[in-house]
T-cell receptor, first 115, second 117 residues
Framework: DAKTTQPNSMESNEEEPVHLPCNHS???????IHWYRQLPSQGPEYVIHGLTSNVNNRMASLAIAEDRKSSTLILHRATLRDAAVYYC????????????????FGKGTKLSVKP | GAGVSQSPSNKVTEKGKDVELRCDPISGHTALYWYRQSLGQGLEFLIYFQGNSAPDKSGLPSDRFSAERTGGSVSTLTIQRTQQEDSAVYLCASSLNPTGRSGNTIYFGEGSWLTVV
């Protein structure tokens, strides 16, 4: 299985940008890179995803390395509400790991935001 | 409702009893997933349904766990002869058909918190 590696935890100050790294050196050509986050006592929620090009949405930006072996989730201005566990996940394009479309979650990065 | 709905939201049961957890996916979503998350731990995949295909049961931890999905919509996760280690939050999620477009977002419910005493 293609795996992702993330730091266990990170800290940020409120109103400052946050760069959350993810390594996925065994990514295949059909794997999409997904980011989800889980706020305390809630189910995970979608943040952003991409394949090759950098992506922006209202929540965050996703920067994907040219060789696709790593990516970075960028929160442009962290708020206290952004404190959560952030998961970087690979999702196969076709018949990934015998389970089409499944998401395998790692341990994620716990982001703390200080006021 | 507009989102994934799970019931009950909280369940306390005695060791050895059977429990059923229900999931109502978002209307039109053909894919349905069950995960569980023990306190302070990551998400553990349990089972995945996609349309009329045979479900992927590779994550079920033991034969005490089973799940079904009736009519391609509502799903029930059943845990027989519950043990204390089954205590966790059980999360259901759904998405549009993921094949060929793996960018499809997965939407999670709020979870069913199970405590086995």
């Amino acid at each position: 299985d293609a795996k992702t590696t993330q730091p266990n935890s990170m800290e940020s100050n409120e109103e400052e940008p946050v760069h959350l790294p993810c390594n996925h050196s065994t990514i295949s050509g059909t794997d999409y890179i997904h980011w989800y986050r889980q706020l305390p006592s809630q189910g995970p929620e979608y943040v952003i995803h991409g394949l090759t090009s950098n992506v922006n949405n209202r929540m965050a930006s996703l920067a994907i390395a040219e060789d696709r072996k790593s990516s970075t989730l960028i929160l442009h201005r962290a708020t206290l509400r952004d404190a959560a566990v952030y998961y970087c996940i690979l999702r196969g394009g076709v018949n990934y790991g015998g389970s089409q479309g499944n998401l395998i979650f790692g341990k994620g990065t716990k982001l703390s935001v200080k006021p | 409702g507009a989102g994934v709905s799970q019931s009950p939201s909280n369940k306390v049961t005695e060791k050895g009893k059977d429990v059923e957890l229900r999931c109502d996916p978002i209307s039109g979503h053909t894919a349905l997933y069950w995960y569980r998350q023990s306190l302070g731990q990551g998400l553990e995949f349990l089972i995945y349904f996609q349309g009329n295909s045979a479900p992927d049961k590779s994550g079920l931890p033991s034969d005490r766990f089973s799940a079904e999905r009736t009519g391609g919509s509502v799903s029930t996760l059943t845990i027989q002869r519950t043990q204390q280690e089954d205590s966790a939050v059980y999360l259901c999620a759904s998405s549009l058909n993921p094949t060929g477009r793996s960018g499809n977002t997965i939407y999670f419910g709020e979870g069913s918190w199970l405590t086995v005493v």
